[in-house]
């Protein structure tokens, strides 16, 4: 699979009705009896959480999943709403779902809000009405087991993804990246946005106390979670491709 080359200088590649989008969201959300709660209203978006109880309560887990957070990114919000209606889930998860962090960012297929504001730098001192609602939100859930962010790189050569496992848990990195090798070329670089790389997987050694501005990674590793991924499927790829790549990586995760 190559790539497009569409992507000069930043992202030229499709982009998603996010009303419809999230309209269907909700449909397949309420089809499967998640609890929906809004929690931000951002211009004519009202940003909601949803959340499903587990089916069996032994073995359960706590997993947060969120996307959308960058407007650019169209794969994030349609890869939740296929995993929403393929409503294949491990019975002992308990799941938070997060399915578009920035409604607004997508009606003008731009990274930031409305007000030009990074919502995915925002999250150490927030200054965005979204990015305060969701720490709001946040504050007011349990700590989960693991957290998933769907996010995607308009630069990257393959799907490639972010480590946070501060206390060393068991990876499920190798299993992800091997997961989403059968639907999506894999980055191989050994560098990749600056950090070292090795067949995909970014472990940054980077102290959050040490950098200013906090992605959502940042703040849930810090307050909600001790092991997360940030999976980053490549724009300068087919659509469906980088869809498909994202809910291989979140099945991978899940699937324990
Ligand atoms: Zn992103």
């Known amino acids: 699979m ?11 590649g499709e982009t998603i009705d996010i009303r419809a989008v999230l309209r269907d969201v909700e449909a ?31 073995h359960s887990s706590r997993i947060y999943i969120s996307t ?26 308990e799941i938070f779902f997060l399915p578009c962090l920035n409604p607004v960012g997508f009606t003008l297929n731009k990274r930031e809000n409305a007000e030009g504001i990074d919502l995915n730098r925002d999250y150490r001192n927030p200054q965005a009405a979204e990015t305060r609602a ?8 349990p700590n ?11 630069e990257s050569h393959g799907f490639y993804l972010y480590e946070q496992n501060p206390d060393s848990k068991p990876s ?17 670089s050994e560098n990749i946005e600056g950090r070292a790389a090795k067949n995909g997987i970014v472990r940054p050694n980077i102290s959050p ?27 300068d790829f087919p659509l469906a491709t980088r869809v ?10 899940l699937a324990r």
């Open 2 to 12: 190559q790539k497009l080359g569409k992507n000069l200088g930043s992202y030229f």
């Open 28 to 58: 397949a959300a309420q089809q499967h009896g998640w609890h929906l709660e809004i929690f931000c209203e951002a211009g004519e978006f009202k940003n909601f959480a949803l959340h499903r109880s587990p089916l069996v309560t032994r």
């Open 68 to 93: 959308g957070i960058h407007g650019d990114e169209p794969a994030g919000p349609l890869a939740a709403l296929r995993l929403l209606q393929e409503n294949n889930w491990p019975p002992g998860a």
């Open 134 to 141: 969701h720490i709001a939100w946040l504050e007011r859930q």
């Open 144 to 154: 989960f087991d693991l957290h998933l962010c769907l996010h995607e790189d308009w």
């Open 172 to 188: 499920l990195a190798e299993k992800m990246i091997a997961a989403v090798k059968e639907v999506c070329p894999i980055d191989l």
């Open 209 to 235: 106390q040490e950098r200013p501005d906090w992605p959502e990674a940042f703040y849930l590793i810090t307050q909600k979670s001790r092991q997360g991924y940030t999976l980053e499927a490549p724009s």
């Open 244 to 253: 498909n790549a994202l809910i291989a990586g979140v099945n991978s995760a």
